[in-house]
């Protein structure tokens, strides 16, 4: 019933910079929170950044000062803008979003992922 689409993933270089950005279609009334997860080879799956539909936000510590969050509730859209990349950043990320459907149901959902690489 709802699609995230994420792009902006790439190639960087150490210190760089990337935006992510993730877009809802389908069957949206509204979305409460939306939010960007990590995971790297070997690793679980951890959370990077949330947004609420009030715009509030929150990190992980480790991209705290990096890392900034932003929604744009017109467009169903959800953004992460990357800087001062490390390659421990390096992971495939993924959008998320907590949806209202035009119905009133609600479910949560899921992008396919974007890699991002840190790597010089």
């Known amino acids: 019933q709802v699609q995230l689409v994420e792009s902006g993933g790439g190639l960087v270089q150490p210190g760089g910079s990337l935006r992510l950005s993730c877009v809802a279609s389908?069957?949206?009334?509204?979305?409460?929170?939306m939010g960007w997860y990590r995971q790297a080879p070997g690793k679980q799956r951890e959370l990077v950044a949330i947004i609420t539909s009030g715009a509030s936000t929150n990190y992980a510590d480790s991209v705290k000062g990096r890392f900034t969050i932003s929604r744009d509730n017109a467009k169903n859209a959800v953004y992460l803008q990357m800087n001062s990349l490390k390659p421990e950043d390096t992971a495939v990320y993924y959008c998320n979003a907590d949806c209202i459907h035009t119905s009133r149901s609600q479910a949560n959902y899921w992008g396919q992922g974007t890699q991002v690489t840190v790597s010089s």
């Open positions: 389908g069957s949206i009334f509204s979305i409460n929170d």
